[in-house]
């Protein structure tokens, strides 16, 4: 595998991080960045992040969860970060199908497995990264156990809305215009478009500016907003998975009170449902729980890295 930078010192992560260049079995290349050292031997954590997230912007949770005593590996899905982009537009966040993002997984764990890192494995899901985990672990999978935070179990807009849109996105799709940009979206950056009180990351003031300045200074990683072809997928793949009873894996999975994001109802009725499942509503915070204030996000990876040691 070939080593890719990390700038682990503007992502606030462990300095002795690395990066690696992977290719999934449909020849695309993606990124990694892994996190191990003779102190992180309780396992390894697979952190699979949001829709416009690279690894650069995990450094806080990639910290918390070495300092706790776990290896981690975080992966870039096809179309963020450095990893290979997908649209003819760079800035599009697109992919073909969803089942794609399946084949980045796999490459993922062979590399894992490939560098020796330690055993037993874990994932955790955050936003897009959660609806991706949870069609691995419908299957044959190599998890001991799950997590999720704010999971894209479903997508949180006006209920007409979600009437509509499959049909009007699938329509759009199949003549030719999936790459094209969703309704009111662009390739624009929306950290550095919105206002502190406009965004929909976090609630804490901080944190928003570290992740304003990450994005200034990291021009290639960032995409825009969702294509037409990307919501159509979602939707889709939301929709599909709601129909199919929780997989037999212990999991914790946590949901933010003011997420404007995904459905905190899909979450919930999904964790209701799962045997062996803990779930925690956190209250006056938004979407994006490893960017909540210190307090908040050691408190939620806290419970994360406990219930892994102890399902391991």
């Given at each position: 595998?070939?080593?890719?930078?990390?700038?682990?010192?503007?992502?606030?992560?462990?300095?002795?991080?690395?990066?690696?260049?992977?290719?999934?079995?449909?020849?695309?290349?993606?990124?990694?960045?892994?996190?191990?050292?003779?102190?992180?031997?309780?396992?390894?954590?697979?952190?699979?992040?949001?829709?416009?997230?690279?690894?650069?912007?995990?450094?806080?949770?990639?910290?918390?969860?070495?300092?706790?005593?776990?290896?981690?590996?975080?992966?870039?899905f096809r179309g963020?970060?450095?990893?290979?982009?997908?649209?003819?537009?760079?800035?599009?966040?697109?992919?073909?199908?969803?089942?794609?993002?399946?084949?980045?997984?796999?490459?993922?764990?062979?590399?894992?497995?490939?560098?020796?890192?330690?055993?037993?494995?874990?994932?955790?899901?955050?936003?897009?990264?959660?609806?991706?985990?949870?069609?691995?672990?419908?299957?044959?999978?190599?998890?001991?156990?799950?997590?999720?935070?704010?999971?894209?179990?479903?997508?949180?807009?006006?209920?007409?809305?979600?009437?509509?849109?499959?049909?009007?996105?699938?329509?759009?799709?199949?003549?030719?215009?999936?790459?094209?940009?969703?309704?009111?979206?662009?390739?624009?950056?929306?950290?550095?478009?919105?206002?502190?009180?406009?965004?929909?990351?976090?609630?804490?003031?901080?944190?928003?500016?570290?992740?304003?300045?990450?994005?200034?200074?990291?021009?290639?990683?960032?995409?825009g907003g969702p294509?037409?072809?990307?919501?159509?997928?979602?939707?889709?793949?939301?929709?599909?998975?709601?129909s199919l009873p929780?997989?037999?894996?212990?999991?914790?999975?946590?949901?933010?009170?003011?997420?404007?994001?995904?459905?905190?109802?899909?979450?919930?009725?999904?964790?209701?449902?799962?045997?062996?499942?803990?779930?925690?509503?956190?209250?006056?915070?938004?979407?994006?729980?490893?960017?909540?204030?210190?307090?908040?996000?050691?408190?939620?990876?806290?419970?994360?890295?406990?219930?892994?040691?102890?399902?391991?």
């Amino acid at each position: 595998m070939q080593q890719l930078p990390i700038d682990c010192e503007l992502a606030h992560a462990p300095l002795h991080g690395v990066g690696y260049r992977i290719v999934a079995s449909d020849h695309t290349a993606l990124r990694i960045g892994v996190w191990t050292d003779e102190t992180t031997q309780k396992g390894t954590i697979f952190l699979l992040p949001g829709r416009a997230d690279y690894i650069e912007k995990q450094g806080h949770a990639i910290s918390e969860m070495h300092a706790k005593g776990f290896s981690v590996c975080v992966l870039e899905f096809r179309g963020l970060g450095l990893s290979d982009r997908i649209a003819t537009d760079r800035r599009a966040g697109h992919v073909d199908q969803f089942s794609d993002y399946q084949l980045d997984v796999q490459a993922a764990i062979s590399a894992a497995s490939e560098l020796e890192l330690p055993q037993p494995f874990y994932v955790h899901g955050n936003s897009m990264g959660g609806c991706i985990a949870l069609r691995n672990l419908m299957g044959e999978h190599r998890f001991k156990a799950c997590a999720f935070t704010s999971p894209m179990w479903g997508i949180k807009l006006p209920k007409i809305l979600l009437m509509i849109a499959p049909v009007v996105t699938g329509t759009a799709r199949a003549l030719g215009f999936g790459q094209r940009y969703a309704p009111g979206k662009n390739g624009e950056n929306e950290t550095l478009a919105w206002t502190f009180e406009e965004n929909e990351i976090t609630a804490d003031a901080d944190m928003f500016a570290h992740l304003q300045h990450v994005n200034r200074l990291t021009h290639e990683h960032w995409i825009g907003g969702p294509t037409i072809g990307w919501l159509q997928q979602a939707l889709h793949e939301t929709k599909s998975l709601a129909s199919l009873p929780a997989p037999d894996i212990p999991c914790i999975a946590f949901s933010a009170e003011l997420d404007q994001l995904v459905s905190r109802d899909a979450i919930e009725n999904r964790m209701a449902n799962w045997n062996d499942g803990r779930y925690e509503m956190i209250p006056a915070v938004k979407h994006d729980l490893l960017r909540a204030d210190l307090v908040t996000r050691s408190s939620v990876i806290g419970k994360i890295c406990d219930f892994f040691e102890d399902a391991g």
